[in-house]
């Protein structure tokens, strides 16, 4: 057991919270026992070690035991240890060290997607990882970030997809206007969701969410540049019915991302 929270291990496993120690080493963190299930059920190749405190492992003791008969180390830790690892200010006994592991552009369009979404300048990793948690419900083929958008491996980032980051394709570190081209190309129609934009539900009704469709989200203070809204086929907007000032990003991605899965599938679209 690891009971030094100042030992080589530890303090290198703790490096990862930050960005030039993520992009260094390939590797990122994973915490709580949801997220490392997810891990440990879906890509087991990525995890390098998983630090549990006794009590997290007697809890999690199928988990633990997957993870073993998939070959992957286990390092017991004190409570202490574990903290001085965790992003979280109260961790839930146990972290996974795991390697990153982002798509090429070139693979996803391969594999003629029908929905993706696509952040731009998005700068919140609770945002970001929540958008991805939400594609990954409704079906969408991959999430997109952009060069200047957050780390989707920030540890705030991973916790907000609980798990979804196993699931769902994940580009990352693109421009925006080849990217762009590249999805139009493909056969995608790019829908920009901002506050200038038409009612979603007059694009619903016209038929506008039917075909293969990438979102392009913006940042969450400013949303979209008008440079950046030309690269869109269309603009539209979440229409408000209450009081709201506005919707967060992430609410007015959800309503995007399952309009768009709704009409794909009622329709029965055929991949492009």
Not at 263 to 272: F, T
């Amino acid at each position: 057991m690891i009971d030094n929270p100042r030992s080589p291990r530890v303090r290198a496993a703790a490096k990862l919270s930050k960005r030039a120690q993520r992009a260094e080493t390939g590797l990122f963190l994973v915490e709580g026992p949801q997220a490392v299930d997810e891990a440990v059920r879906w890509r087991p190749e990525l995890i390098r070690e998983i630090f549990v405190t006794p009590a997290a492992e007697e809890r999690g003791s199928a988990l633990i035991r997957d993870a073993r008969a998939a070959g992957i180390r286990i390092e017991q830790v004190t409570g202490p240890v574990l903290d001085a690892i965790a992003d979280t200010v109260t961790p839930q006994g146990m972290v996974a060290v795991c390697a990153t592991f982002p798509l090429s552009l070139d693979e996803v369009i391969a594999a003629r997607p029908r929905l993706i979404a696509v952040l731009e300048e998005v700068r919140d990793p609770g945002n970001a990882g929540t958008i991805i948690r939400v594609a990954d419900a409704a079906g969408a083929d991959a999430v997109i970030l952009t060069g200047t958008s957050v780390d989707p491996f920030n540890p705030k980032a991973v916790r907000a997809t609980t798990g979804s980051l196993f699931h769902v394709p994940v580009v990352v570190g693109v421009e925006l206007q080849p990217t762009l081209d590249r999805l139009r190309a493909g056969g995608a129609r790019i829908l920009a969701a901002d506050i200038s934009g038409h009612d979603l539900l007059v694009e619903r009704a016209a038929g506008g969410l039917d075909a293969p469709t990438a979102w392009l989200f913006g940042n969450e203070a400013r949303g979209l540049t008008p440079e950046q809204l030309a690269l869109a086929d269309a603009a539209v907007i979440v229409p408000i019915y209450g009081r709201a000032e506005s919707l967060n990003l992430a609410t007015a991605a959800a309503v995007c991302l399952y309009e768009s899965a709704f009409a794909q599938r009622s329709v029965g679209v055929s991949s492009v």
